[in-house]
């Protein structure tokens, strides 16, 4: 049972701009983490944000959660070239993680 | 830096084998975790090991067993592999309930 749902399923921005990923989930959480995956390679952790928490900074990186609304967004500022992945959102339940099904971004150069 | 192997990149294997991937960490994890992941579907969890010697089913482990004998260690075993079961396969470790390092996956082709 999957919980995080992440919109849009693809986007394509030009380098230096912004993308906004949004995660959308359905039951109370302990926290909610993002994860990256370049094609063809294991995901790696970007951050994790707990359910006490509203925003979390790391880098580039800025994430939102709302949990009233059961949702959260990843905001990647001055993008890259190498930004190009599939982004994922995962919430902790149970003791393991819910994956979605992620954002492929792409960065034009 | 944490590192996860996963013992193959690609596998080729044919209807009915019993087929074994195997996943060891560096980093004295006690959970240990088997995903596999599906266009449109995203990750799902086979499988996960909170300790040696233990395991938990995740939400998909019909068609699927496994194995944690030590604590680096934690197999996925397809009893009896079919078409369906073809997919890329993520390990991943963790610490208490911290995020979790993946390896590079498995991409697996049951013939």
């Known amino acids: 049972s999957q919980q995080g749902e992440e919109d849009p399923q693809a986007l394509s921005i030009q380098e230096g701009e912004n993308a906004t990923m949004n995660c959308s989930y359905k039951?109370?959480?302990?926290?909610l983490q993002w994860y990256r995956q370049n094609s063809g390679r294991g995901l790696v952790h970007l951050i994790l944000i707990r359910s006490n928490e509203r925003e979390k900074h790391s880098g580039r990186l800025r994430v939102t959660l709302d949990t009233s609304k059961k949702s959260s967004s990843l905001l990647i500022t001055a993008s890259r070239a190498a930004d190009t992945a599939s982004y994922f959102c995962a919430t902790a339940e149970r003791g393991y993680l819910f994956f979605g099904t992620g954002t492929r971004l792409t960065v034009i150069p | 830096d944490v590192k996860v192997t996963q013992s193959s990149r690609y596998l080729v294997k044919r209807t009915g084998e019993k087929v074994f991937l195997e996943c060891v960490q560096d980093m004295d994890h006690e959970n240990m975790f088997w995903y596999r992941q599906d266009p449109g579907l995203g990750l799902r969890l086979i499988y996960f090991s909170y300790d040696v010697k233990m395991k938990e089913k995740g939400d998909i482990p019909e068609g699927y067993s496994v194995s944690r004998e030590k604590k680096e260690r934690f197999s996925l075993i397809l009893e009896s592999a079919s078409t369906n079961q073809t997919s890329m396969y993520l390990c991943?470790?963790?610490?208490?309930?911290?995020?979790?390092?993946f390896g590079d996956g498995t991409r697996l082709s049951i013939l």
């Open positions: 039951t109370s959480i302990n926290n």
């Open positions: 991943a470790s963790s610490f208490d309930n911290q995020p979790q390092h």
